[in-house]
């Protein structure tokens, strides 16, 4: 069983949960994480979310999403979600906005994450697990934000619009 490492307001772990009790109305905060993966060419690899997820079900959003397991740092988890989401292996990831911290909220579900966001590249064509990935698609950097304001908040994870924004003030944004 997936182990949710529970934290105080300073990121500390205070203890872990069972996955399935974690996530409801007054979801406790939590570590997790937030990538973003390219492939050689610089295309973004983005995921829609299983319609049957008991969070954001049927949203775009960035390539992978998780949360590390007690003792496990975040790029073993990022590797570990990969290759069970997609089928893809990764390399170079690299912290991209390390104090990221969010809460929302969709269907009566909260969200509440200390969650760091790294960039990434990935190998390997997406194979994805049907429980977790129900579509997928290779954008540059400049599709993906016309996409994500075109299509508006309710097909967009609101992590993902918000991190974007935020990869972007920082300068971090591949170039187009």
């Known amino acids: 069983m997936?182990?949710?490492?529970?934290?105080?307001?300073?990121?500390?772990?205070?203890?872990?949960?069972?996955?399935?009790?974690?996530?409801?109305?007054?979801?406790?905060?939590?570590?997790?994480?937030?990538?973003?993966?390219f492939d050689d060419a610089g295309r973004l690899l983005v995921t829609r979310r299983a319609?049957?997820?008991?969070t954001f079900p049927g949203m775009w959003t960035n390539t992978v999403c998780g949360h590390p397991?007690?003792?496990?740092?975040?790029?073993?988890?990022?590797?570990?979600?990969?290759r069970f989401e997609l089928?893809?292996?990764?390399?170079?990831?690299?912290?991209?906005?390390p104090g990221y911290r969010y809460r929302?909220?969709?269907?009566?579900?909260?969200?509440?994450?200390?969650?760091?966001?790294?960039?990434?590249?990935f190998s390997g064509s997406p194979t994805p697990e049907a429980t977790e990935v129900g579509e997928w698609e290779l954008l540059d950097w400049a599709a993906f934000r016309q996409r994500q304001e075109a299509e508006g908040d309710d097909a967009w994870s609101p992590w993902c619009?918000?991190?974007?924004?935020?990869?972007?003030?920082?300068?971090?944004?591949p170039a187009a």
């Open 69 to 82: 397991g007690p003792g496990e740092d975040d790029a073993a988890a990022i590797a570990r979600r990969a």
């Open 161 to 173: 619009r918000e991190q974007a924004q935020l990869i972007e003030a920082a300068g971090l944004a």
């Open 87 to 97: 089928g893809l292996e990764v390399a170079d990831v690299r912290p991209a906005l």
């Open 2 to 37: 997936e182990l949710i490492v529970l934290v105080d307001e300073n990121g500390e772990a205070i203890g872990a949960m069972p996955k399935p009790l974690v996530h409801h109305g007054e979801t406790p905060l939590h570590r997790a994480f937030s990538a973003y993966l």
């Open 104 to 121: 929302a909220e969709f269907r009566g579900v909260v969200e509440n994450e200390i969650c760091p966001v790294y960039l990434g590249r």
């Open 51 to 54: 319609q049957g997820k008991q």
